[in-house]
């Protein structure tokens, strides 16, 4: 009776598989690491928590900037002063007396490819793409119209998204607002951030 033996080949082809698989499995445990390390931020606000994941990997030098004004309690004290039920909220600017607060340097825009749906954040700016500072705001519904390239051809860069407290954002969204000076869509109620902490 025959019985199955194993070449020296075959032996090392075995030791070489176990080998790749044993480098896969390690490649598949870093690429888990990152993905949870992917930086979770706690916006605590006068209507409640909203919890807000940041895609490193795609948007890094996004990220980055919003950390940094988290760090240096930016947004701390900081009000939701424009919102457009159907379309999106936005704070990280200005005080409850819409007194605008100083900001480091423009951040160059960053094409990150992620899409502005629902309850995503991205970077506000004026009509210049390279002029986002520390405002942000978040989707309130799909608005494929801020997509990059947009209709200025750039868009605007989602680097983020809700991943707690969504009935918080739907809550603000549907705020009553009116016209605060020069400014428009202003919650008649003020919506303070009262404090910005990364909570991983």
Known sequence: MNTPHTSPFARLLSRRA??????????????????????????????????????????PKTTENFLQYVRDKHYDGTVFHRVIDGFMIQGGGFNADMQQKPTRAPLAFEATGLKNDKYTVAMARTSNPNSATSQFFINVKDNAMLNPPGADGYGYAVFGKVVAGTEVVDKIRTMATGNKGPHQNVPTTPITITSATVVN
Not at 50 to 58: G, H, N, P, R, Y
Request: aromatic share 0%; net charge negative; no cysteine.
């Open 18 to 59: 176990a080998g790749i698989a044993a480098a896969a499995l390690l490649l598949a445990g870093t690429a888990t690491q990152a993905l949870a390390a992917d930086p979770r931020v706690k916006l605590a606000t006068t209507a409640g928590d909203i919890v807000i994941e940041l895609d490193a990997a795609k948007a």
